[in-house]
């Protein structure tokens, strides 16, 4: 047929369909199924071939399962144009009715990718494609029957691969999205990002770092309750793992997810094995981990930033069973990438912070740094095992090179009995007579038994040789998300090896690349806090997340580091003068010493860098004066310190507090609460600048006057520990120059991992806990709420205004 018998069954002044169009350059042919609701529901299979789209209209639909012999009725050949042809044709016309685009990507032969073996297994009625759609995907057969006095009839069916399905298959339920031709409701389905391999770990604040999960890449799609669950080819996981497809149900969300389903072992670390022979072996802990949206409530999400997208996460799988959202660092990649391999992981990816997300894509912006080299390989035959027994001795592996497989080596490790029963079961049906490749390739003297190159695994392996084999693989497991023709070798990035990478040591150490400079950072193994076995990684981690924020509160101010470097059960330390022992990039400030008779050199935590330098030097606490370097005399703030006695229960702290509050309303004073990460809580109040230690110190001794007028059954002003009666000490006497307090969002050496956390007032009530607020919840609180201190830099009270007021009032 040609496109004389289009032309002649339609009138282009009363249709809108395409008149003509170009065939495309290049090595792809293209195909597209459309729904035709004309005088019957049917759908049209259009394959290009030399300038125009063969067709055929098949009216059940595709199906993915190979059991289905779906009946496909060629008709006339259409333009190329036809390849974004919707719309409704109108009644009177040929084909009437309403047609959307329900598929479309391109195809190839389904073995080899010589293009010029289509036309001639289409003359002989017997096409053996590969198509590589956004539903319909893997290897299929067009075979023309001898019925119809046509002979026009064909049959479309599904060869068993790694996408068959062998459920019933209706193309009517895979509509949901594309009804009407309306895609901006919520896209199907996506083909998903992809990161590129590179061959070292860095570290870079503008990037962030996940943890590679060994399992099956996955997306899942939820409309109104409605999931589809599917690999990155397309292949659905709703049987094979129905408990996370049943869990999606419950997501109240319209949404489109990208993740990683993995089986994790008791150790928590993701064994891809262990998803082999699921849901029949439930061996391990399934788990869908999230690290991606694309789509939530009518939104598309991918033209936000990596973060703002990450941050939509939590909120949408909340209490969702399976289902976990994946935490990632920021800008501490080589310290995070040893603490996964240590731990058995496989790796990280790393992730630019600002990128946006570009469906189907392998780009730079997500990079994946592996332990070992790990590569999937087409299985194109095995080698009879040297005791001539009912195994095999090794796998003979290929990857696609351009149109031809190029062998790669043998793997014969990795496999248990079982396992090999298991492959020689499934090699069965896919023997051949024939190498697949296209020389001979040297097997040693091992005897091949060939097999269509149609099965996939994974094998890790040391390194490439100058040959291009692989040395030492190791069998991993079987890929069933893929299709061979996707199958290359993965090539790295090239790159410099990154500052900083080469010093990781194995007690978990390294450094890290902040401001500018490279930050020492070493035995990150060292449990500072013994009962929750947090580490000083976990506090190191803890300031990358939360220094940005808090580093307005240290900067230019001296600081009295308190250290603590064999943890919280160690002995701690008090360390002022750091005179000629820190690097050169760290600022410092010389304060005249009364007692010393001479000058204390004290550090400034001027930049992030300074103060994972801090927390790497064991300073679980950050303890900055109250003034800065070029008004040491004046303090920005005075602070009432609520100091309870082990006999006060943290409800009464929370009544003076509030007691506090009553006296700064009538005043008129702006203050900010937060609690100490103790047992106490702190009262900021900010001042106009120039007062002296003395007056904040005597203006803040006459509002704990008049806190106590208000609780004096629970409050003391002595000073002396045994006048004070088991009463909360109201503490104005932190107000002097050279006295630290506990900076804002700094860690405790407590146990629980407390942080001195600011909070609003209204929080100061019953129900309050300190152990609320950790190195573990604050940075989430933070990135949810923001900085509720900041008005404490940027506030000014005047004091005589304040007792003027409060003179009136009280």
């Known amino acids: 047929m040609s496109l004389k018998e289009y032309f002649k069954k339609r009138d282009f002044e009363a249709t809108p369909e395409p008149k003509g169009g170009k065939a495309k350059e290049g090595d792809q042919l293209r195909f597209v199924i459309q729904r035709h609701h004309a005088?019957?529901?049917?759908?049209?299979?259009?394959?290009?071939?030399?300038?125009?789209?063969?067709?055929?209209?098949?009216?059940?639909?595709?199906?993915?399962?190979?059991?289905?012999?779906?009946?496909?009725?060629?008709?006339?050949?259409?333009?190329?144009?036809?390849?974004?042809?919707?719309?409704?044709?109108?009644?009177?016309?040929?084909?009437?009715?309403?047609?959307?685009?329900?598929?479309?990507?391109?195809?190839?032969?389904?073995?080899?990718?010589?293009?010029?073996?289509?036309?001639?297994?289409?003359?002989?009625?017997?096409?053996?494609?590969?198509?590589?759609?956004?539903?319909?995907?893997?290897?299929?057969?067009l075979v023309k029957t001898k019925r119809g006095e046509a002979g026009n009839q064909w049959l479309f069916m599904k060869k068993k691969d790694g996408y068959a399905l062998d459920i019933a298959y209706d193309a009517e339920e895979y509509i949901d999205y594309e009804s009407d031709g309306n895609r901006d409701i919520l896209p199907g389905f996506y083909k998903p990002m992809l990161a590129t391999k590179t061959d070292h770990i860095f570290n870079k604040p503008d990037w962030i770092y996940e943890l590679k999960w060994d399992g099956y890449r996955a997306l899942a799609s939820v409309q109104k309750g409605k999931v589809h669950l599917y690999s990155r080819n397309g292949i659905s996981f709703k049987d094979k793992f129905s408990e996370i497809y049943e869990s999606l149900k419950d997501i109240p969300h319209d949404t489109v997810l990208d993740g990683e389903i993995v089986s994790l072992n008791e150790g928590g670390v993701s064994v891809f094995q262990a998803l082999q022979n699921y849901p029949n072996d439930k061996e391990g802990e399934l788990r869908y981990y999230v690290f991606d949206i694309l789509h939530l409530n009518g939104h598309d999400t991918t033209s936000l930033t990596l973060l703002e997208r990450k941050s939509l996460i939590p909120d949408v799988i909340e209490g969702i069973g399976s289902v976990y959202y994946c935490d990632h660092i920021e800008g501490m990649g080589s310290v995070f990438y040893q603490k996964a391999i240590d731990s058995g992981m496989e790796g990280v990816i790393a992730k630019k912070a600002g990128s946006t997300y570009s469906p189907g894509m392998?780009?730079?912006?997500?990079?994946?740094?592996?332990?070992?080299?790990?590569?999937?390989?087409?299985?194109?035959?095995?080698?009879?095992?040297?005791?001539?027994?009912?195994?095999?001795?090794?796998?003979?592996?290929?990857?696609?090179?351009?149109?031809?497989?190029r062998y790669v080596?043998?793997?014969?490790?990795?496999?248990?009995?079982?396992?090999?029963?298991?492959?020689?079961?499934?090699?069965?049906?896919?023997?051949?007579?024939?190498?697949?490749?296209?020389?001979?390739?040297?097997?040693?003297?091992?005897?091949?038994?060939?097999?269509?190159?149609?099965?996939?695994?994974?094998?890790?392996f040391s390194k490439w040789t100058k040959s291009g084999h692989m040395r030492h693989p190791v069998y991993k497991g079987l890929r069933m998300d893929k299709i061979p023709t996707e199958i290359e070798k993965e090539n790295s990035k090239n790159s410099?090896?990154?500052?900083?990478?080469?010093?990781?040591?194995?007690?978990?150490?390294?450094?890290?690349?902040?401001?500018?400079?490279?930050?020492?950072?070493?035995?990150?193994d060292k449990v500072y806090w013994p009962k929750e076995n947090f580490t000083k990684y976990d506090l190191i981690n803890y300031y990358l997340q939360v220094g940005e924020t808090m580093l307005p509160y240290l900067m230019d101010r001296p600081q009295n580091m308190h250290r603590h470097p064999e943890g919280i059960n160690g002995e701690g330390f008090y360390h002022k003068d750091t005179s000629g022992i820190f690097p050169h990039w760290i600022e410092t400030q010389k304060v005249h010493s009364k007692s010393k008779e001479d000058s204390i050199e004290y550090l400034l935590c001027q930049n992030e860098a300074t103060l994972l330098y801090m927390a790497n030097l064991g300073c679980i606490e950050i303890n900055p004066w109250i003034s800065r370097k070029e008004s040491l005399d004046s303090p920005d703030y005075t602070v009432i310190d609520l100091d309870p006695s082990s006999k006060n229960t943290f409800e009464e702290v929370i009544e003076v507090a509030q007691a506090v509050k009553e006296v700064l309303d009538r005043g008129g004073v702006k203050g900010y609460c937060k609690t100490s990460g103790s047992s106490g809580l702190h009262i900021y109040l900010p001042l106009a600048p120039g007062y002296s230690y003395d007056e904040a110190r005597d203006f803040t001794k006459l509002l704990c006057y008049y806190v106590q007028?208000?609780?004096?059954?629970?409050?003391?002003?002595?000073?002396?520990?045994?006048?004070?009666?088991?009463?909360?000490y109201l503490d104005f006497m932190q107000n002097r120059k050279g006295q630290t307090l506990a900076a804002p969002y700094c860690a405790r050496p407590k146990p629980g991992a407390t942080v001195s956390a600011p909070l609003h007032w209204d929080e100061v009530k019953?129900?309050?806990?300190?152990?609320?607020?950790?190195?573990?919840?604050?940075?989430?609180?933070l990135e949810k709420i923001g900085d509720l201190f900041e008005g404490v830099l940027r506030e000014h009270n005047n004091i005589e205004s304040v007792l003027t007021k409060l003179s009136e009032e009280l």
């Open 409 to 460: 080596g043998n793997c014969g490790s990795g496999f248990d009995e079982e396992t090999i029963r298991a492959l020689l079961a499934l090699f069965e049906p896919l023997q051949a007579v024939d190498s697949p490749f296209g020389k001979k390739i040297n097997l040693k003297g091992r005897k091949p038994v060939w097999l269509k190159p149609e099965m996939i695994c994974e094998v890790k």
């Open 766 to 781: 019953t129900g309050l806990k300190m152990g609320d607020f950790t190195i573990k919840s604050v940075p989430e609180r």
């Open 709 to 728: 007028e208000l609780v004096p059954d629970i409050t003391s002003m002595e000073r002396s520990v045994k006048k004070r009666n088991d009463k909360i």
């Open 362 to 405: 392998r780009t730079e912006s997500w990079l994946k740094v592996k332990s070992h080299e790990r590569q999937e390989v087409i299985i194109c035959g095995y080698t009879l095992a040297n005791d001539g027994g009912a195994g095999f001795g090794s796998l003979i592996l290929g990857v696609f090179e351009g149109d031809l497989l």
């Open 496 to 524: 410099a090896k990154p500052s900083g990478s080469k010093n990781t040591n194995t007690n978990g150490g390294g450094s890290l690349e902040l401001d500018g400079v490279s930050v020492p950072v070493s035995n990150l």
């Open 39 to 141: 005088s019957r529901l049917h759908y049209d299979l259009r394959l290009e071939m030399h300038g125009t789209l063969k067709s055929w209209a098949v009216p059940k639909g595709p199906s993915m399962n190979p059991e289905d012999k779906r009946l496909a009725i060629q008709t006339e050949d259409h333009p190329i144009d036809y390849l974004y042809f919707e719309g409704n044709i109108p009644k009177g016309n040929y084909g009437a009715g309403n047609m959307v685009i329900w598929d479309t990507g391109y195809y190839e032969p389904a073995y080899g990718k010589n293009l010029n073996d289509l036309s001639k297994q289409f003359s002989q009625g017997n096409l053996k494609i590969a198509i590589h759609g956004n539903k319909v995907k893997g290897t299929f057969s």
